[in-house]
């Protein structure tokens, strides 16, 4: 995996003389981790669906910035790999190339983006913005907050969480949290089925 993420960064440093920005080298880098092997950059999608869903996602035009904040750092590399997912599918590996290439010529920000994809830093948010609905729904369903279950939980209350549950089968969270309480209450069986149940939601 880190083998393939640093020759990835030797390809598009190469293709832009060196200047390509670095949200979009780590994303590109990540980007082909997960191309290379889908199971590369997974540990990511939780928390970066719980960001979403909590409005914590940085706007592109401060992406770079977040590589510089130790609290921002992961998220900024899953959300520039999937930046450059989007570039790809939408506008073309070609595009992809002739961004890097206009870096490579000493182009910046929007003059850069005009050249390389035909668009605007705002226009690029506005589909990046939709596809993270599109791709990310399912999680956001999963996560939503379920009234009075960090109450329950704080708790131990197994009975009170497991209606919870029960009163909420899409939830991820609160079929986790039942799962978690059944097998501290060494009831291995139901806290199985519980987990089972929680790792069906999540794609």
């Known amino acids: 995996e880190t083998l393939w993420h640093e020759l990835a960064h030797v390809i598009t440093l190469q293709m832009s003389n060196n200047r390509v920005p670095r949200w979009l080298s ?14 590369w950059g997974r540990e990511m ?28 750092i992961s998220l900024a590399y899953y959300e520039a790999s999937l930046v450059t997912e989007l570039i790809v599918d939408t506008y073309g590996q070609a595009a992809l190339h002739k961004l890097l290439r ?15 994809l035909g668009v605007g830093i705002g226009d690029l948010q506005k589909t ?18 379920v009234s009075g279950l960090q109450d329950a939980v704080e708790e131990q209350n197994v009975d009170r969480v497991g209606g919870l549950a029960q ?8 079929q986790l949290a039942h799962g978690r309480l059944l097998w501290e209450a060494r009831r291995p069986g139901e806290a199985m089925a519980a987990l089972e149940r929680a790792s069906a939601l999540v794609p």
């Open 26 to 39: 780590e994303g590109a880098s990540v980007y082909e981790e997960r191309r290379a092997s889908p199971a």
């Open 128 to 145: 990046f913005d939709a596809m993270l609905q599109r791709r990310f729904q399912p999680l956001l369903t999963a996560l939503a907050p």
């Open 102 to 116: 206009a870096y490579g010529e000493g182009l910046e920000g929007e003059a850069a983006l005009e050249r390389g």
């Open 167 to 174: 009163a909420n089968p899409g939830s991820y969270l609160a």
């Open 45 to 72: 999608e939780i928390p970066f669906a719980q960001a979403l869903l909590n409005d914590k996602i940085l706007p592109l035009k401060d992406l770079n910035a977040g590589f510089t904040d130790p609290q921002t």
